[in-house]
């Protein structure tokens, strides 16, 4: 089966201090090794990016620099 990865997935993937890090990463393991498909699509990459370098002080913002979101997106390609 083929699983898209919704960006609050994404996120959570690459942050270790969310709450929800150890199950997502888990969670994602287990569907791995059964075989099944992961997958992203443009639009949950451009959210992760508009996440990840939104300023800290903007609702939801991570913000990280464009080198780092860069390096975390090239990252998410290769492992999923």
Request: charge should be positive; hydrophobic fraction near 40%.
């Amino acid at each position: 089966m083929i699983y898209l990865l919704d960006t609050g997935i994404l996120l959570r993937i690459l942050d270790r201090n969310d709450a929800l890090h150890v199950p997502v990463r888990k969670a994602l393991a287990v569907l791995k090794a059964q075989g099944h498909t992961l997958v992203t699509a443009t639009q949950n990459c451009a959210e992760f990016w508009n996440v990840s370098t939104r300023p800290l002080t903007a609702r939801g913002g991570h913000g990280l620099s464009v080198q780092e979101t860069d390096r975390r997106l090239r990252l998410l390609e290769r492992s999923i």
